[in-house]
């Protein structure tokens, strides 16, 4: 099995003229780092990095074009959250389609270099898209994670799980956010 960094790196010396389609699966311990450094990109505080649960899959197809790259896929991931509703934790699905077009070179060379969303760096004949991969996995991200879309929430008076049952306290039947 290919590693990591060869799932999603690509050598432009050796990038196939009709393009390249390439199945990825990435370990949750490989992929936590460049959450972390995308995090840390977009000016967030210290943000607890989600725990993935199951690795993340997806399938590229790239196709050179000039001094762009053409990257078409889809990925997903089970992850850990924290429903908006009721607090509980539970496994849910991320997964978006990938449709980029990125420039490749120096940044200060392009012509929109203050738009990092439109390059990709060239290192040695090689570009990564892990930093692409991270972001597009934090732009999927929902605003109110819900452990179901009939989750009833927490009473407003004693804070027990409605899920669970009504409460005791005779307060809030059902709490809708």
Request: net charge negative; charged share 25%.
């Amino acid at each position: 099995m290919e590693t990591f960094a060869d799932n999603l790196r690509f050598n432009l010396d050796l990038f196939p003229e009709d393009g390249l389609s390439r199945d990825f699966a990435i370990a949750p311990s490989d992929f936590a780092p460049y959450l972390a450094g995308e995090a840390r990109a977009s000016g967030a505080p210290e943000a607890e990095i989600p725990e993935l649960v199951t690795s993340l899959r997806g399938r590229l197809d790239l196709r050179l074009s000039g001094r762009r790259l053409i990257v078409k896929g889809v990925f997903a991931v089970k992850v850990r959250m924290t429903c908006a509703r009721c607090l509980a934790d539970f496994v849910g699905r991320l997964g978006d389609r990938i449709d980029e077009v990125l420039e490749i070179g120096d940044p200060s060379m392009l012509g929109d270099a203050d738009d990092p969303e439109c390059f990709i760096s060239v290192k040695d004949q090689e570009i990564d898209l892990s930093p692409l991969l991270a972001e597009l996995f934090w732009l999927s991200w929902p605003l109110k994670a819900l452990c179901d879309p009939g989750c009833k929430g927490l009473c407003q008076n004693c804070g027990a799980n409605l899920n669970e049952g009504p409460c005791q306290c005779g307060g809030v039947a059902e709490t809708r956010h």
